[in-house]
């Protein structure tokens, strides 16, 4: 015969569900610091080519 503790099922999956919350919270936060990530890049990129054309590396009108 197979016995079950339910108290140790309630408790893991309690547990599980708090992991899940976790994964799902982390993903989001990942999902926006990938698009900061991302904006900060461009913004990098833009930085440099200001840089270089007032080095005069570059002769192209920066577009607003």
Do not use: C, H, P, W
């Not at 899940?20 to 990942?30: F, G, S, T, W």
């Not at 461009?42 to 002769?59: H, P, Q, S, T, Y």
């Amino acid at each position: 015969m197979i016995y079950f503790n339910f108290d140790e099922l309630e408790i893991r999956k309690e547990e599980s569900r708090q992991l899940r919350q976790l994964v799902y919270k982390l993903a989001e936060e990942n999902t926006k610091l990938m698009g900061e990530n991302k904006r900060l890049k461009e913004e990098n990129e833009r930085l440099r080519r200001i840089i270089r054309i007032f080095a005069g590396e570059e002769k192209t009108i920066l577009k607003q």
